[in-house]
């Protein structure tokens, strides 16, 4: 399958301040903006938000 620039290879970086991240791919023309999830902080312990790093 081939690699375009509508599905970019995002980081997701905690809001929590430890440092944790997720690397995932977004659709460009769907999500122009940042992208925020919801998900798991291994040094947490918690479910916390993580926004997309540019």
Same mark, same amino acid.
Not at 43 to 49: E, F, P, Q, R, S
């Given at each position: 399958? @081939?690699?375009?620039?509508?599905?970019?290879? &995002? $980081?997701?970086?905690?809001?929590?301040?430890? %440092? @944790?991240? !997720? &690397?995932?791919? $977004?659709?460009?023309?769907?999500?122009?903006?940042?992208? &925020?999830?919801? $998900? !798991?902080?291994?040094?947490? %312990? $918690?479910?916390?938000?993580?926004?997309?790093?540019?």
């Amino acid at each position: 399958m @081939a690699r375009t620039t509508a599905r970019p290879v &995002v $980081k997701l970086r905690s809001t929590a301040g430890t %440092g @944790a991240t !997720y &690397v995932t791919r $977004k659709n460009r023309l769907n999500d122009p903006d940042r992208l &925020v999830l919801r $998900k !798991y902080d291994p040094v947490a %312990g $918690k479910h916390v938000l993580f926004r997309e790093e540019r």
